[in-house]
């Protein structure tokens, strides 16, 4: 079946240090792609995403390409913030299919 | 209200108990899930609901579990005799229009503790 497989944590950085969680995928067809976001004490909330292969999809700062050919969603941020500490989930949802399979998250830690 | 509420937010019960969780989806949305987010675990895929009909209950562990909604807006997770395994954030989300992107928007869960 359709799943995810993100890199696991937890990861400690730097404030302005370089992010980057890796996500691949494993699916029929061409899903489309999400990063969903959980800050502390709050609810998981839709970070950015991609729909067709090549899409790069952007938001705060952090951004992630749509891979067909390597079958990843790599999310990125340049220089992160201590505001940025959160649980990171990438998810797919298959064509026709009207639920998402989310990766088991990545915990990332920003040290001022 | 703005966002999707559930309640309570936290729950301990004694094994063999039954409880309730309650989900309150955005206004006007049509599509609610319920996952379950266990330690160190993904999200997992419980139910999905459209209007009152559930069409996908296969996320379901056990049929100790089970849902409903009414009046196409609140949607109740009932889990009977409640055992230790079950202990878990359960997150309800809902959307709007399964065309539209497929973004869901999330409650804060309620924290399930079974002693």
């Known amino acids: 079946g359709d799943s995810v497989t993100q890199m696991e944590g937890p990861v400690t950085l730097s404030e302005e240090a370089f992010l980057t969680i890796n996500c691949t995928y494993t699916?029929?067809?061409?899903?489309?792609l999400f990063w969903y976001v959980q800050y502390p004490g709050e609810g998981l909330q839709l970070l950015l995403k991609?729909?067709?292969?090549?899409d790069k999809g952007s938001n705060k700062g952090f951004e992630a390409t749509y891979r067909k050919e390597t079958t990843s969603f790599h999310l990125e941020k340049g220089s992160v913030q201590v505001s940025d500490s959160a649980v990171y989930f990438c998810a797919l949802s298959a064509l026709n299919d009207y639920k998402l399979s989310f990766g088991a998250g990545t915990t990332v830690t920003v040290r001022a | 209200g703005a966002g999707v509420s559930q309640s309570p937010s936290n729950k301990v019960t004694e094994k063999g108990k039954d409880v309730e969780l309650r989900c309150d989806p955005i206004?006007?949305?049509?599509?609610l899930y319920w996952y379950r987010q266990s330690l160190g675990q993904g999200l997992e895929f419980l139910i999905y609901f459209q209007g009152n009909s559930a069409p996908d209950k296969s996320g379901l562990p056990s049929d100790r579990f089970s849902a409903e909604r009414t009046g196409g807006s609140v949607s109740t997770l009932t889990i009977q005799r409640t055992q230790q395994e079950d202990s878990a954030v359960y997150l309800c989300?809902?959307?709007?229009?399964?065309?539209?992107?497929?973004?869901?928007?999330f409650g804060e869960g309620s924290r399930l503790t079974v002693l």
């Open positions: 699916a029929t067809g061409y899903p489309s």
């Open positions: 989300a809902s959307s709007s229009d399964r065309e539209d992107t497929g973004e869901l928007f």
């Open positions: 206004s006007g949305h049509t599509a």
């Open positions: 991609a729909t067709k292969a090549d």
